[in-house]
């Protein structure tokens, strides 16, 4: 079945370090998603990416596709306490569902 | 716009017995996905009903059902509970296309003692 890895599983940084979270697929994806869930709270949807080399930009948030539509990023700059949560990828493994990755979850330190 | 909302947000119940959980989408959301979310296996896909149909299902046993209502307010049933079904029932609605953007609600979350 579709594998999705999201590496690494968890990170703690420092307020104001960066953090990047990787999520890898075993085949093709025709859209990637982001998703942030705060801890006690539910998934949040932050963006979809559709192109292949695509990269979006949200504040300090930076999404990036794969050019073989394989695989994705997720960076943040200057992180805040506000960041904290799990950040999931999520695609269209297969035909017509969306899987989601085993998720990173972030932790910062004020 | 109302969000997803989820009812019982919060139940226990005891191996053997079952549960019904309830999800009301997004005003003129007709997709409906559920997920189960454990600390051990994360985010599991369970079913997606689209006008009142299922259109897509994971993998899970046969004691895990849904069913979805013609104002697309879904139901999700488990029988015969195991201490294993322990977790945060999500439901999340959708537009109309299954691999679009979800709208999460809160959760229901299971206890089985």
């Known amino acids: 079945g579709q594998q999705v890895m999201q590496i690494p599983q968890y990170q703690h940084v420092q307020e104001g370090e960066d953090f990047t979270t990787y999520c890898n697929s075993s085949t093709t994806l025709s859209n990637i998603q982001w998703y942030k869930q705060r801890p006690g709270g539910h998934p949040v949807f932050l963006i979809q990416l559709v192109k292949s080399g695509e990269v979006k930009k949200q504040k300090r948030l930076t999404f990036q596709f794969g050019e073989a539509k394989k695989n994705s990023s997720l960076h943040i700059t200057a992180t805040q306490t506000t960041d904290v949560g799990t950040y999931f990828c999520?695609?269209?493994?297969?035909?017509?569902?969306?899987?989601f990755g085993t998720g990173t979850r972030l932790q910062v330190f004020p | 716009k109302a969000g997803v909302t989820q009812t019982p947000r919060y139940l226990i119940k005891t191996r053997g017995q079952q549960v019904t959980l309830s999800c009301s989408p997004i005003?003129?959301?007709?997709?409906v996905s559920w997920y189960q979310q454990t600390p051990g296996q994360g985010l599991q896909f369970l079913f997606e009903?689209?006008?009142?149909?299922?259109?897509n299902k994971g993998n899970f046993p046969g004691r895990f059902s849904g069913r979805q209502f013609s104002n697309s307010r879904s139901e999700m049933n488990v029988s015969t509970l195991e201490l294993g079904d322990s977790a945060l029932y999500l439901c999340?609605?959708?537009?109309?296309?299954?691999?679009?953007?979800?709208?999460f609600g809160e959760g229901s979350r299971l206890t089985v003692l």
């Open positions: 005003s003129g959301h007709r997709s």
């Open positions: 999520a695609g269209p493994w297969s035909t017509d569902k969306l899987i």
């Open positions: 999340a609605s959708g537009r109309t296309d299954p691999r679009g953007e979800l709208f």
């Open positions: 009903y689209f006008s009142e149909t299922q259109r």
